[in-house]
């Protein structure tokens, strides 16, 4: 199973931003489309944005649209996820995701202070 692993989360105060990284094992990973999704205390996880295989097509919620960007480089197995910004709505567990899939990275939090 291909190994997925999230870095860049921590704190920010809101107006702020981060860069997330998901880095896949394997040599796969240009074929596959991602995804970013992320889940808040008490809430269900909910797709952040996903980026096609070449990168080509990209998609957002609206709760992030104009705030975010997904971007993938496909030679160093990696899905980013730009994120400017900040509200303390956003803050979350975000994880990487190899869409239509059950493989998940381990997550990675960020918090967005007031």
């Known amino acids: 199973q291909v190994q997925l692993v999230e870095s860049g989360g921590g704190l920010v105060q809101a107006g702020g931003s981060l860069r997330l990284s998901c880095t896949a094992s394997?040599?796969?990973?240009?074929?596959?489309?991602m995804g970013w999704f992320r889940q808040a205390p008490g809430k269900e996880r909910e797709v952040v944005a996903a980026?096609?295989?070449?990168?080509?097509?990209?998609t957002y919620a609206d709760s992030v649209k104009g705030r975010f960007t997904i971007s993938r480089d496909n030679a160093k197995n990696t899905v980013y996820l730009r994120m400017n910004s900040l509200r303390p709505e956003d803050t979350a567990v975000y994880y990487c995701?190899?869409?239509?899939?059950?493989?998940w990275g381990q997550g990675t939090p960020v918090t967005v202070s007031s």
């Open positions: 394997g040599r796969t990973f240009s074929t596959y489309t």
């Open positions: 980026i096609s295989r070449s990168g080509g097509s990209t």
């Open positions: 995701n190899i869409w239509g899939t059950s493989n």
